[in-house]
């Protein structure tokens, strides 16, 4: 489960644009501040849907992944500034090869795993 809130105290993870609860079994998995992604989008250096879509694919990342873990890049980087907001505006912010084949694999086993029951 995803969800989209405005207003969640900036003392409270100030810069981040959301967070995960990877190992979470029941309600809310991933959840992205929309206000902080629209001041984001005011930058001019990428858009409110580009910005909104690479945030919530960075926390359902977190969810595929099973972890709260970070990477010194792309998609699943911890901290974006401005060069990322460029790097995501021109389609080039992705996972690591590393991520896909591992959200691709974890994937399979749910799918395995739903086939036999």
Do not use: C, N
């Not at 079994?25 to 206000?35: E, K, L, S």
């Not at 873990?69 to 995501?88: E, P, T, V």
Request: glycine share 12%; net charge positive.
């Amino acid at each position: 489960v995803l969800r989209l809130v405005r207003d969640y105290p900036e003392r409270s993870l100030p810069g981040a644009l959301g967070y995960s609860l990877p190992d979470s079994r029941f309600g809310v998995h991933a959840t992205v501040f929309y206000d902080r992604i629209e001041t984001v989008s005011k930058t001019g250096d990428v858009s409110l849907s580009t910005m909104l879509g690479h945030a919530i694919a960075h926390e359902i990342g977190h969810v595929l992944l099973g972890t709260t873990d970070h990477s010194r890049s792309g998609i699943m980087k911890a901290r974006w500034g401005r060069a990322d907001y460029r790097q995501a505006g021109i389609g080039l912010m992705k996972f690591t090869a590393r991520e896909g084949e591992a959200i691709r694999k974890g994937a399979a086993v749910q799918m395995s795993a739903r086939a036999q029951r």
